[in-house]
């Protein structure tokens, strides 16, 4: 890992004023360089702010020493040359004011579309509350120095475009946008009230991984922080699984800017979702020739081994029943989990297909209802939220008594809906009805790992 989140970050030796750039490589690279102390602190204190302050905002080298390095710069690629020519409004912000007038002077230079701009004056608000809300130490600065590097990564998108192949692997250099995800989504989640059910089980995940064998986690989908959460919750007994799971994502996260960025740090498998299939009939056959081209990307990696794949087979978020306002895990597409499971069994290296579930609608709520328009209102709070696994379903266990292949392909597909949906009201119990540790269930297990 580059960087661990829980790692004490950036030692200052000169102006701290420059938000921090997760640049990787920097003494080689060029540009801002930084350096990490070997102590490591335990996941818990994520929730004191005064840790992503640092990580974050904390730089060996002042502004000045960091426009004459990039001045230096030579590497040729495309994506580091934008870096150099970038405007540099929000790398420079030092308040909100700054913030704000900075968003105004883009969208005046014509840099940021309008829709772009009061989407990410919106967005400000809503992490301010949520982060205010955490009675973090030091939460202010942990907002000023978050979004001084969100608008900055969502500025340069719009000034340059990102072009997601059908496999994308995580962006880790010149800037690690892995790291940069954890840093902003690590504030809102409390930890104090977060859970992860059967942790036993994503060690013995690992250890699969590594002797070369494929897993595919089949689950529900809450909001577009998922594989982050995943990867906090997780972090600090099983990092492997967050570095290199590889997400199964619909268009609407490689599209709109002000998500862009946070895909860029996963990586990502992209399709088009079917509830979105069908929003413009001209376009039609294309997301399908599309989605046939992934689908082939992941062939090719199940057959090399050591693969992680997550997928929800919903093909999109849960949303709360319209009359109790209870979220549930939406129901599983049978022919999605069936694909998974021929894709597994044809891959030549030996496969595990688990169960898993998800609890953190609350961090990143999506809209009411599914909307075609890209450009989503981005709700934020800061909540507890929940992962977990159980063991791996055999689907010859489980269609023993089907008479037929469709018969066969619901039951297995019900069997994994069944195991989603009781973890899920594990974890529901557990951290919206204040049960904590004693929801545990003779099924599932919970803990907090970074205790």
């Known amino acids: 890992m580059t960087l661990t989140f829980y790692s004490s970050a950036a030692t200052v030796a000169s102006s701290p004023r420059v938000p921090f750039h997760p640049l990787a490589s920097p003494a080689r690279r060029g540009f801002v360089s930084f350096r990490l102390t070997a102590k490591k602190l335990p996941l818990r204190s994520h929730g004191a702010s005064s840790l992503s302050v640092r990580a974050m905002s904390e730089l060996v080298q002042d502004k000045e020493s960091v426009v004459a390095a990039s001045t230096s710069f030579t590497e040729s690629s495309n994506t580091r040359a934008s870096e150099l020519n970038h405007s540099r409004t929000f790398l420079d912000a030092r308040t909100e004011e700054d913030l704000i007038s900075g968003i105004n002077k883009e969208k005046e230079a014509g840099r940021l579309p309008p829709n772009v701009a009061s989407g990410m004056e919106e967005l400000y608000w809503n992490y301010k509350n949520a982060v205010l809300s955490s009675g973090a130490p030091g939460a202010d600065k942990t907002v000023i120095s978050n979004m001084s590097v969100a608008f900055d990564r969502m500025l340069l998108g719009v000034e ?7 496999y994308h692997k995580a962006v880790r250099e010149p800037f690690d946008y892995y790291q940069f995800v954890h840093m902003y989504i690590s ?8 859970y992860v059910g059967n942790v036993s089980i994503f060690s013995e995940l690992e250890d699969k991984l590594r002797q070369g064998h494929n897993v595919v986690l089949i689950s529900n989908h809450q909001s577009e922080a998922d594989p982050t959460v995943i990867s906090l919750l997780l972090e600090a007994q099983c990092p492997y699984i967050g570095e290199n799971i590889k997400c199964v994502a619909g268009d609407r996260v490689i599209t709109d800017p002000l998500c862009k960025p946070f895909s860029m740090g996963r990586n990502l498998i992209c399709v088009y979702s079917k509830k979105h299939m069908n929003d ?18 992941m062939a090719t990696l199940l057959r090399s081994g050591s693969q992680l794949i997550w997928i929800a087979p919903s093909g999109g978020r849960d949303r709360p029943d319209p009359s109790t306002g209870e979220w549930f895990p939406a129901p599983f597409d049978s022919s999605s989990v069936d694909n998974m499971r021929r894709l597994v069994e044809h891959s030549g290296a030996p496969g595990h297909i688990y169960p898993m579930s998800l609890l953190c609608y609350d961090i990143m709520p999506p809209p009411p209802k599914v909307e075609k328009e890209i450009g989503e209102k981005r709700l934020v709070g800061f909540h507890g939220t929940g992962l977990s696994i159980a063991p791996e379903i055999s689907f010859s266990d489980v269609t023993a008594d089907c008479n037929n292949p469709n018969e066969a392909k619901e039951a297995y597909s019900q ?4 195991s989603v ?10 951290i919206n009805h204040g049960r904590g540790i004693e929801a545990s269930t003779s099924t599932v297990s919970l803990s907090q790992p970074w205790n």
């Open 160 to 166: 340059d475009p990102y072009t997601f192949n059908p």
């Open 187 to 194: 504030p809102l989640i409390d930890f104090k009230n977060s």
């Open 280 to 297: 413009d009939p001209e376009l039609v056959d294309m997301k399908r020739k599309a989605n046939t081209r992934s689908l082939k990307e």
């Open 421 to 430: 949906n009781e973890q899920y009201k594990t974890l529901n119990s557990a």
């Open 415 to 418: 069997a994994m809906y069944n």
